[in-house]
């Protein structure tokens, strides 16, 4: 059994470990959650978010978050530890703790490679054919998103994410990964 403690605070963290039948309870200052599964497995599938923003990393999860989005989400800032991370490259090797993503969220703009070099990277990998790629972007440049459905994205979103339109997000994503399956 292993036990994992978050801020009693955090009453969202013991709702979604509630939710996904992890049995909880509050002890003192301290939210504990018990649960006889291994770390690092989990019955929902990994995002991955892709930005060299941390700020913007930080407002896509909370519009997930505001979404009431309860999947696991891994980040990292640039189109090489995106490539590193999807190949299983030093330092995401273990897949029980780096789990291929279910869906990659990817920002345009970065520096090289950028979205786009990452993207048509992914639709040249079978092992990748069937990976659910959102890309991201400040812009609204039509030409962006016309170049991302070219080079085979699933979906295109402008950030900041709507985080009043939470509702509709949730149910976006949530087609995106039934589609993607």
Not at 10 to 23: M, S
Not at 40 to 46: A, C, E, F
Not at 48 to 66: E, G, M
Not at 146 to 154: F, K, V
Request: aromatic content about 10%.
């Amino acid at each position: 059994m292993y036990v994992f403690v978050a801020a009693a605070a955090e009453t969202v963290a013991l709702q979604r470990w509630a939710i996904l039948g992890y049995r909880t309870y509050i002890a003192g200052l301290c939210v504990c959650v018990q649960s006889t599964r291994l770390p690092g497995l989990t019955t929902l599938p990994l995002m991955l978010v892709v930005d060299d923003d941390q700020n913007d990393v930080t407002l896509v999860k909370r519009a997930f978050d505001r979404a009431g989005l309860t999947n696991p989400i891994q980040s990292v800032t640039s189109g090489a530890e995106a490539l590193s991370y999807l190949q299983g490259d030093h330092p995401y090797s273990d897949r029980t703790q780096y789990p291929l993503p279910a869906l990659l969220f990817l920002d345009i703009k970065m520096p090289p490679p950028d979205g786009f070099d990452v993207l048509r990277w992914i639709r040249h990998q079978n092992q990748f054919a069937k990976l659910c790629v959102v890309m991201l972007t400040g812009s609204d440049d039509i030409r962006d998103a016309n170049l991302a459905y070219r080079l085979g994205a699933d979906s295109f979103l402008v950030k900041p994410l709507d985080f009043w339109n939470a509702t509709e997000l949730m149910e976006s994503l949530q087609r995106l990964l039934k589609r993607c399956e």
